[in-house]
C-alpha cells in the first residue's frame, strides 16, 4: 500500500493523528460519509460524521487479481443508514472509497480501499456490509455470444440506441397500486400494447424516487386501462400520484431492432445461425438435390 509522501512522513514521527474514513456514493447521486475519529471531517466532497458508529474489518487485499475484501459495521439510525434504505435497495452497488487521513490535517490522506457495497445484512439495530474491491468486476463473463438474440443492453455502448428518443420514453402518473409490483397508468393510447414490455421503470417522485424496476408485462385490460407489471416488488412504498418513467422494451429479435427501433445495423446477435435441425439435416430423394441449402 503507498501512502501519500506527507502522510508518510507523519506516520514516521511515531505521533500519530490519524483516523479512517468512508465515503459512500449510492447510485442515486447522494453521498454518505463516516469516520471513527470523535469529530466531523470533510474532504472530496464528503462529510464524515463521527456519530454514526461505523466500524471496518481489516481489509485483505492482495498483489494478483484476487478480490480485495472487508466489512463495514454501522448502527441503522436516521442520520446515516435507515433500514428503510437498506430495504429498498438504495445502498445495493453503491461506491466505496476509504481514506487513512491525517485529522490535524486532512490534506494528508491516502486511500487505502476502493470498491462498491455487496451484500448487506441487518440485525439488532445495526448493518453489516460486505465491501468487494475493483478486482470483483473481473469476475463478470466478457466476449461474443455466437447466439441469434442481440447480446447489447437497449442504450448501451453496443447498441447505440438513444432510448430518450420521442416515443420510447414517457412519464405518467400512477392511479392504481397493486402490491407495489403492479400498477395502472391511464389509457397511453400513444404506445401499442406491449410497447414498454422487457423495459425500465422508474420512479421519479413520492417516497420511492429513484427506484424502479424491469418491467414483465404491459397490457391494456378490459377496461381500456394501461397496466405495468413488474418481475420483482418496489422495496419502498408507492403512491397513487407518483409519477413513474417508462422507457420501451426490446425483446432483442432482429424484426423487433428492425422494425421498433430502426436500429438493424447495430443489432449485435446472429439472427442467420443455423437452427439444431439444420446440423441433422441430409440429402434425400425426395429433395431436388441440387447443390443448395438443405433446409
Not at 501512502?3 to 447510485?27: D, N, S
Not at 480485495?68 to 442520520?79: F, K, R, T, Y
Request: proline letters at 2%; glycine letters at 12%.
Amino acid at each position: 500500500m503507498a501512502f501519500q509522501p506527507e502522510l508518510l512522513e507523519h506516520l514516521q514521527t511515531g505521533e500519530t493523528t490519524v483516523a479512517r474514513t468512508w465515503g459512500i456514493t449510492r447510485k442515486d447521486g447522494v453521498k454518505l460519509g463516516f469516520t471513527d475519529h470523535d469529530g466531523d471531517l470533510a474532504f472530496e466532497g464528503f462529510t464524515f460524521r463521527a456519530a454514526t458508529g461505523l466500524t471496518a474489518s481489516a481489509i485483505e487485499q492482495g498483489t494478483g487479481l484476487s478480490v480485495d475484501n472487508a466489512e463495514a459495521v454501522g448502527l441503522l439510525s436516521d442520520a446515516a443508514v435507515t433500514d428503510a434504505d437498506i430495504e429498498a435497495g438504495r445502498l445495493d452497488g453503491a461506491e466505496v472509497v476509504a481514506w487513512m487521513v491525517n485529522w490535524a490535517d486532512t490534506s494528508q490522506r491516502s486511500v487505502v480501499f476502493r470498491g462498491s457495497i455487496g451484500e448487506i445484512r441487518r440485525s439488532g439495530g445495526a448493518f453489516i456490509a460486505e465491501l468487494r474491491g475493483l478486482a470483483e468486476a473481473l469476475n463478470s463473463p466478457r466476449g461474443r455470444v455466437y447466439q441469434r438474440p442481440c447480446t447489447a443492453v437497449l442504450g448501451d455502448t453496443s447498441c447505440r440506441f438513444d432510448v430518450a428518443a420521442a416515443g420510447y420514453r414517457t412519464q405518467v402518473a400512477i392511479a392504481q397500486v397493486e402490491d407495489q409490483r403492479v400498477f395502472e397508468v391511464g389509457r397511453l393510447a400513444e404506445f401499442e400494447s406491449g410497447w414498454f414490455a422487457r423495459g425500465q421503470m422508474r420512479i421519479v417522485s413520492g417516497q420511492a424516487e429513484g427506484l424502479g424496476g424491469l418491467i414483465k408485462r404491459d397490457w391494456v385490460a378490459e377496461d381500456g386501462v394501461r397496466r405495468i407489471e413488474l418481475w420483482e416488488e418496489v422495496r419502498s412504498e408507492v403512491a397513487v400520484g407518483d409519477r413513474l418513467q417508462l422507457t420501451a422494451g426490446c425483446d432483442k429479435r432482429f424484426s423487433t431492432c428492425r422494425f421498433k427501433f430502426l436500429n438493424h445495423l447495430n443489432f449485435q446477435g446472429f439472427p442467420d445461425i443455423p437452427g439444431e435441425d439444420w446440423v441433422t439435416s441430409y440429402p434425400s430423394q425426395n429433395s431436388g438435390n441440387t447443390g443448395g441449402s438443405l433446409r
